[in-house]
């Protein structure tokens, strides 16, 4: 049974940094990533990691937020500095192997202006 469990969200203010970690069991995975859905709004990618270590970002954090991966744990970790009121959402950690797309439970990230 595949299992994603996020952690390290939570309140901080404009201009610090989080780090969100999502831990993945129960099969091998190629693409590793992160989306985030704001009240009123659609989900979106945040960034995206594939085995072999390419990556890709949305636009609004290039530059602010590194996504990273230990394959050998199965974990993913986005390192977000600089946050902005306008990152406030859900963050949910996503997979994908060969058979299928997986979603965490989401973790809350709330920047204070």
């Known amino acids: 049974q595949v299992q994603l469990v996020e952690s390290g969200g939570g309140l901080v203010q404009a201009g610090g940094s989080l780090r969100l970690s999502c831990a993945a069991s129960?099969?091998?995975?190629?693409?590793m990533g992160w989306y985030r859905q704001a009240p009123g709004k659609q989900r979106e990618l945040v960034a995206r990691i594939f085995g072999a270590g390419s990556t890709n970002y949305a636009g609004s954090v290039k530059g602010r937020f590194t996504i990273s991966r230990d394959n050998a744990k199965n974990t993913v970790l986005l390192q977000m500095n600089s946050l902005k009121p306008e990152d406030t959402a859900v963050y949910y950690c996503?997979?994908?192997?060969?058979?299928?797309?997986?979603w965490g439970r989401g973790t809350q990230v709330t920047v204070s202006s």
């Open positions: 996503n997979a994908n192997d060969r058979q299928a797309e997986y």
């Open positions: 129960g099969s091998t995975f190629n693409a």
